[in-house]
């Protein structure tokens, strides 16, 4: 082998001079570099170049290794549970649920979990755009608030549930436009919303509690991932399980033709015929009020309901049927309606399983509606073709769209896309593209929860603030903003101003 040319001390010279100039280079503040400009020796696109620049002014709010904690809440469905936000040197690095939420009770469920990621997604718009081309601002309210002006009341709102002074704040504005306002769920509960109201005469969804259910039967509700109150019923559902929780544990039973994310967790699955489920849930009922003796108010729904039928031609056995009679029969139970594609009749499944749940005796039990789902104001799919349908007859001249993607969730026989190119000013309040971002629309984004003041009353007697955890990173303004400097350029009587702060307060 041939001799080293290089001495001890000479290779810790070279080492020494290296290193220099290596934290020379991470470290150059005299030779700005634009952020996210990839340095060509070091080729690495994955890793950009950037400035580091200490703090001119540093915020009081900021100490470097020390996290900042907000309660504020989660916007990903409509439960709006609490969650906490814990702010590392001005970026919100981890979300986790508030244990002083009545809701979520201190549990966050994976949407929920994975709702930081709206944040920093890399497909956000940057700032508004006018038909695909950036527009200031101050440009982009102006021209709106004259053509808003020029509408003559031809103005409208759909978008996703809004309420307490977030929503007031819509409905009065909008209103001050001479339009409008829809809110709506794509994954809403229309069937279960009209089942309740044929059933107890009542415009609201009750809760479900599943904590003290010794047998918990779904219909093919995914009610740990989707389905109206998912974090508070995987809570329950967990605490069900759990024999230091209530001294038992539950059994888990599905009747649905296929299997969802919470049917895995099924101990019995059942799979009837599709079409059949309505005549299982009735047959159930039957069975149940036979063993209980039931002589309620459902009774009569139930004397011509003949089980041995209904499981034959549901193509389950009869014995099995029985079987889950005498659980549902012998202790609390809750019985979950399905999803909106978990039937061919949704409202009539709904219907039975609410008829299930009164003969179980699990009404102000288990299902409750004293901590009720409101959805007052909420619109239906059939006011959301209505207004579709003015779109397309000319009668829509301004259009806002809340945080809504219209076009992928609706049918595409509806037509969506050409009811939209009817609209004189389609105005997307949206922070990413998607399938109803067509060429013609404004686009004005309006930043994440993360990001903007708001709050919202879903449950009767549960009001939540949302409050900004960390400052926009892009040319952002919330919905509430966005109204209130329409109103002003419109010349209208603007809604009382909403907080919407530049500084976020701790919690
Ligand atoms: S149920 Fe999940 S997604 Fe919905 S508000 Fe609660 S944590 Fe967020």
């Known amino acids: 082998m041939p001799s080293s040319t290089i001495d001890r001390r000479g290779f810790l010279k070279a080492a020494g001079a290296a290193g220099v100039a290596t934290v020379a280079a991470g470290c150059d503040y005299n030779a700005p570099v634009p952020i996210g400009k990839v340095v060509p020796w070091l080729e690495d696109p994955v890793v950009p170049y950037e400035n580091v620049l200490p703090y001119v002014v540093q915020d009081p709010q900021l100490v470097p290794g020390n996290a900042v904690h907000f309660a504020t809440r989660c ?56 038909a695909g081309a950036e527009v200031s601002w101050d440009d982009a309210i102006q021209q709106l608030g004259a053509a808003i002006k020029g509408a003559a009341g031809a103005v409208a709102w759909v978008g996703r549930y809004r309420s307490a002074a977030t929503g007031a704040l819509i409905a009065q504005a909008v209103q001050a436009f001479g339009g409008r306002v829809l809110m709506w769920e794509p994954l809403g509960l229309d069937a ?27 219909f093919g509700a995914d009610f740990t991932t989707t ?12 605490n ?3 024999p230091k929780h209530g001294g038992f544990v539950s059994r888990t039973v599905v009747v649905a033709p296929r299997l969802g994310n919470s049917g895995v967790l099924a101990d019995l699955h059942l799979a009837p015929k599709p079409g059949t489920e309505v005549d299982v849930a009735m047959a159930l009922a039957r069975l149940v009020a036979d063993r209980k003796g039931y002589r309620g108010p459902a009774g009569r729904l139930l004397s011509g309901v003949d089980p041995d039928a209904a499981a034959s031609s549901a193509g389950i056995s009869a014995e099995r049927l029985g079987e889950v009679a005498d659980w549902l029969a012998a202790a609390p139970s809750v019985v979950i309606p399905g999803g909106p594609a978990d039937s061919i009749d949704p409202t009539a499944l709904a219907t039975a399983v609410l008829v299930l749940n009164e003969v179980c005796g ?10 009720e789902h409101l959805v007052d104001g909420h619109a239906t799919a059939g006011d959301v073709v209505a207004l579709l349908d003015d779109c ?6 301004v259009l806002f769209i809340d945080d809504l993607d219209l076009v992928y969730s609706l049918p595409e026989s509806m037509d969506v896309q050409g009811a939209l190119a009817r609209v004189d000013h389609l105005v997307l309040l949206t922070n990413e593209p998607g399938d109803t971002t067509i060429d013609k629309a404004w686009v ?34 919330s919905q509430g903003d966005v109204l209130l400097a329409l109103a002003r350029a419109a010349g209208v009587a603007a809604p009382a101003a909403q907080p919407a702060g530049a500084d976020a307060a701790p919690a």
């Open 362 to 371: 699990n009404i102000g039990r288990t299902v409750r509606f004293g901590d």
């Open 240 to 242: 069900s399980r759990d």
């Open 392 to 397: 397309r007859n000319g009668k829509v001249k």
């Open 192 to 218: 279960l919303r009209a089942a309740v109201k044929a059933t107890f005469g009542r415009d609201a969804i009750p809760s479900w509690h599943l904590d003290d259910a010794h047998t918990v039967l779904s």
């Open 227 to 238: 389905w109206l109150s998912p974090n508070e019923q995987s809570r329950g559902w967990a």
């Open 75 to 130: 916007d990903e469905c409509p439960a709006g549970c609490g969650v906490v936000a814990r702010n590392r040197e001005g970026r919100i690095v981890h979300l986790e649920g508030n244990p002083h939420d009545p809701v979520g009770g201190g549990n966050l469920c994976a949407m929920g979990t994975a709702g930081i990621q709206a944040t920093y997604s890399p497909d956000r718009f940057k700032g508004p755009l006018k």
């Open 444 to 477: 004005l984004p309006p930043g994440t929860t993360l990001e903007n003041w708001g709050d919202g009353n879903v449950r009767a007697g549960v009001y939540t603030l949302q409050q900004q955890a960390m400052r926009p990173l892009y040319a952002t303004r």
